[in-house]
């Protein structure tokens, strides 16, 4: 692979360039075009780790966003410094460049994820798996496995080339690659592999062929392609900020002490950084010293992925290497953030709060699910739109812009359920499904 391609900043669904405006690169409008747009802004009133917390400092997917892509700026802006030393940046293309579209990509990495986090997965997954065999005739093999295994990395990808305002968010060819964490179909091997993880659909999987084509990114085994190299990077910044946000949420949620959490991080920090702390020169108060030490361990975080990318910089310019660069780093990086992702699935992901309002989750995703369901099958069924019961108009009203049209086939109205629940916030799916059972709530 080499950058001159990899950075393309043509757009998919508008190639021609029209040069930079207001002192934008193209890279940088796709900042600004996840920051003004619907879906990205949904992203506030949906569940990171807490579902509906009650403390307004816990974060949310839009905070998490938001920092992941300070991150993973940060992360794009010393690999593009680096490149540039080296003389590998095509002339038109600065070191911020680099920034501008890992932060981009961070910005989006969580665009298709449904309410209520991993639970709204897990409730669209199994809703599509309970059904009958004869729920799915006239489905391909394709379709039922992309619709079983609901997926939000894909999900994030058909959201961003062709479901907002037609054609997608359009963002850069080099920012949609690098957005791409897992190229393959549900149905490649890779995607059993990586425990069913995969980040294009059977529909959208030729654009994101030519994208990976045109930017010379080589497909490893048959429809499975090799990352796009500032990929690795996303994935490191989503990384690092799990290891910590999850951590510093189970203090404030006060399912940790603040001194397990300080545990954690003072193993993440070099032994410069770690006697600096424990000789107290760090500010007054638990709360000062944990945001001290929260800024130290992401600051050594991104230094040390840094390093590991070009460690590994051959191997990944040729689409070989394997793994993620936290993976690949020396055993503190590794066991830091290990035993950091462990206290949070022993002690938080298992409280009894977060599992109780989840239950609750699951039972309103279904019952959204169930309802699109039986209006999509009258439209099929339906002659014309003027046949359609009273109710199942209002369903497909509601649906808005996801609203299947007279016409589509039966796999294309599944689709457009799924584009319509998973857009949804928190909220939104807990008071509609209240309203589908006949149980208005005010407000």
Same mark, same amino acid.
């Given at each position: 692979?080499?950058?001159?391609?990899?950075?393309?900043?043509?757009?998919?669904?508008?190639? &021609?360039?029209?040069?930079?405006?207001?002192?934008?690169?193209?890279?940088?409008?796709?900042?600004?075009?996840?920051?003004?747009?619907?879906?990205? +802004?949904?992203?506030?009133?949906?569940?990171?780790?807490?579902?509906?917390?009650?403390?307004?400092?816990?974060?949310? +997917?839009?905070?998490?966003?938001? &920092?992941?892509?300070?991150?993973?700026?940060? @992360?794009?802006?010393?690999?593009?410094?680096?490149?540039?030393?080296?003389?590998?940046?095509?002339?038109?293309?600065?070191?911020?460049?680099?920034?501008?579209?890992?932060?981009?990509?961070?910005?989006?990495?969580?665009?298709?994820?449904?309410?209520?986090?991993?639970?709204?997965?897990?409730?669209?997954?199994?809703?599509?798996?309970?059904?009958? /065999?004869?729920?799915?005739?006239?489905?391909?093999?394709?379709?039922?496995?992309?619709?079983?295994?609901? &997926?939000?990395?894909?999900?994030?990808?058909?959201?961003?080339?062709? @479901?907002?305002?037609?054609?997608?968010?359009?963002?850069?060819?080099?920012?949609?690659?690098?957005?791409?964490?897992?190229?393959?179909?549900?149905?490649?091997?890779?995607?059993?592999? +990586?425990?069913?993880?995969?980040?294009?659909?059977?529909?959208?999987?030729?654009?994101?062929?030519?994208?990976?084509? /045109?930017?010379?990114?080589?497909?490893?085994? $048959?429809?499975?392609?090799?990352?796009?190299?500032?990929?690795?990077?996303?994935?490191?910044?989503?990384?690092?900020?799990?290891?910590?946000?999850?951590? &510093?949420?189970?203090?404030?949620?006060?399912?940790?002490?603040?001194?397990?959490?300080?545990?954690?991080?003072?193993? @993440?920090?070099?032994?410069?950084?770690?006697?600096?702390?424990?000789?107290?020169?760090?500010?007054?108060?638990?709360?000062?010293?944990?945001?001290?030490?929260?800024?130290?361990?992401?600051?050594?975080?991104?230094?040390?992925?840094?390093?590991?990318?070009?460690?590994?910089?051959?191997?990944?310019?040729?689409?070989?290497?394997?793994?993620?660069?936290?993976?690949?780093?020396?055993? +503190?990086?590794?066991?830091?953030?290990?035993?950091?992702?462990?206290?949070?699935?022993?002690?938080?992901?298992?409280?009894?709060?977060?599992?109780?309002?989840?239950?609750?989750?699951?039972?309103?995703?279904?019952?959204?699910?169930?309802?699109? $369901?039986? /209006?999509?099958?009258?439209?099929?069924?339906? $002659?014309?739109? /003027? $046949?359609?019961?009273?109710?199942?108009?209002?369903?497909?009203?509601?649906?808005?812009?996801?609203?299947?049209?007279?016409?589509?086939?039966?796999?294309?109205?599944?689709?457009?359920?799924?584009?319509?629940?998973?857009?949804?916030?928190?909220?939104?799916?807990?008071?509609?499904?209240?309203?589908?059972?006949?149980?208005?709530?005010?407000?």
């Amino acid at each position: 692979m080499d950058w001159q391609r990899l950075l393309d900043d043509s757009r998919p669904a508008k190639p &021609e360039r029209v040069g930079a405006r207001l002192g934008r690169s193209e890279f940088q409008k796709d900042h600004d075009r996840l920051i003004f747009s619907e879906p990205f +802004r949904m992203l506030g009133r949906k569940t990171q780790v807490h579902p509906l917390p009650r403390n307004d400092k816990v974060h949310n +997917r839009l905070t998490h966003s938001l &920092e992941v892509s300070c991150v993973g700026r940060s @992360l794009g802006e010393l690999v593009g410094r680096e490149l540039e030393a080296r003389g590998e940046l095509p002339p038109r293309v600065q070191t911020a460049d680099i920034g501008a579209i890992v932060q981009a990509a961070c910005l989006a990495h969580d665009i298709g994820n449904p309410p209520f986090g991993h639970a709204g997965e897990y409730a669209i997954r199994d809703w599509y798996s309970r059904q009958p /065999a004869s729920f799915f005739d006239g489905f391909s093999a394709h379709c039922v496995q992309d619709l079983c295994t609901f &997926e939000g990395n894909a999900q994030g990808f058909r959201m961003l080339t062709s @479901l907002h305002d037609i054609v997608g968010i359009r963002l850069t060819s080099a920012t949609l690659a690098t957005f791409v964490k897992y190229p393959w179909c549900s149905t490649a091997p890779a995607a059993a592999a +990586r425990h069913g993880k995969y980040s294009c659909y059977e529909s959208e999987f030729r654009l994101m062929r030519d994208i990976f084509d /045109a930017m010379g990114i080589p497909e490893v085994a $048959s429809g499975v392609y090799a990352r796009h190299p500032l990929a690795y990077l996303v994935e490191a910044a989503d990384d690092i900020c799990y290891a910590i946000v999850d951590i &510093e949420d189970g203090m404030e949620m006060e399912i940790l002490r603040p001194a397990e959490v300080i545990a954690v991080f003072t193993d @993440l920090l070099d032994d410069d950084l770690r006697a600096e702390f424990h000789a107290g020169r760090t500010g007054h108060g638990e709360r000062q010293r944990i945001r001290w030490l929260r800024g130290k361990a992401i600051d050594g975080l991104v230094a040390e992925c840094t390093a590991i990318f070009f460690a590994q910089y051959d191997a990944i310019l040729a689409g070989e290497f394997a793994g993620t660069l936290v993976e690949a780093g020396p055993a +503190r990086l590794r066991d830091g953030i290990a035993q950091a992702k462990q206290l949070a699935r022993d002690e938080i992901f298992r409280h009894s709060r977060k599992t109780e309002v989840e239950i609750g989750a699951y039972s309103a995703v279904a019952t959204l699910l169930a309802t699109c $369901s039986e /209006a999509a099958r009258e439209q099929v069924a339906s $002659s014309s739109p /003027a $046949s359609l019961s009273y109710r199942s108009n209002r369903i497909l009203q509601l649906m808005e812009d996801q609203a299947p049209s007279h016409g589509f086939g039966i796999e294309e109205h599944y689709r457009r359920i799924n584009d319509f629940v998973s857009a949804l916030t928190d909220n939104q799916v807990t008071r509609l499904a209240q309203f589908a059972r006949g149980n208005p709530i005010d407000g």
